[in-house]
């Protein structure tokens, strides 16, 4: 990586506006640690970011489904959004859509098993802000975790390529387009001639009872090619992660119960 852009990537990594507004942010980690065939999981996720009385908020809904044992299929769809408190300032909306399907392998005991997949995949959306542009991403992600009955852990070692297009600058001009280092001063390429790659790892707990647990993730993007633009390094969520296959099997269970007897007359 040239040295030059090193000390504005490492800070516009973690804080938003040391060097203006990003133009990526990594979406959430799907894994659903599957074990076996017939498994449908569901998670919603988000959060907010305050700096200098700036708002940011974004939020992932993930579903994952095993049709068969050893292969899972995953989707996702990420929002973000910005609110600066300047009203010279331009917002930000952006979503991505994606799906992967990889395989999976768990090994170990009915309460406690370990997982090791990998999948592949790819999506698109959209950015709308200063300028407007469309995204593509093409991802691999291996992980590993372990799955239990009140407890899942995993760790994602996911790796992105980024390809912007359709860029509509809005009536701004090139100097603009330079002090936002949407233009490359170096190669004096703008950001949607070129793809970008993105070293992408990520920690999930999800903790609680039965088909329900709690979820904390952190998703980091470390840029592997060189990134000029500007980019967040973080995205933290909370939320929900649902087992939906032990969802039904409790309600089928609950439903099948039976009842007290009647008092005879």
Known sequence: ???????????????????????????????????????????????????????????????????????????????????????????????????????????????????????????????????????????????????SRIVDVMFNLRLSNIKYSGLDPKGHDYDYMIDHHLIDTVSNQQIDKGTYTFYEPGVTVRTGYKFVKAQIQTAFAVPVSIVSWHYSGLRFTIGLHLNLEDALDFARAKSQRPGKNEDSD
């Not at 800070?11 to 507004?21: D, I, K, P």
């Not at 170990?108 to 592949?120: L, Q």
């Open 1 to 147: 990586m040239n040295n030059k852009y090193f000390p504005c990537l490492v800070l516009s990594s973690f804080l938003f506006s040391a060097c203006n507004r990003y133009y990526y942010k990594p979406t959430g980690i799907n894994d659903p640690l599957f074990t076996k065939g017939g498994q449908l999981h569901a998670a919603f996720a988000g959060t907010s970011e305050d700096d200098n009385n700036d708002h940011s908020y974004f939020t992932d809904l993930q579903l994952g489904y095993s049709p068969i044992n050893h292969l899972g299929i995953l989707g996702s769809y990420s929002t973000y959004a910005y609110r600066p408190y300047d009203k010279n300032t331009a917002a930000a909306n952006a979503y991505i859509l994606e799906a992967a399907a990889g395989a999976y392998k768990a090994i170990g005991s009915e309460k406690r098993k370990m997982v090791v997949d990998i999948y592949a995949g790819g999506g698109g959306g959209k950015l709308n802000s200063d300028i407007d542009m469309q995204l593509r991403k093409l991802f691999i992600q291996p992980g590993i975790g372990m799955r």
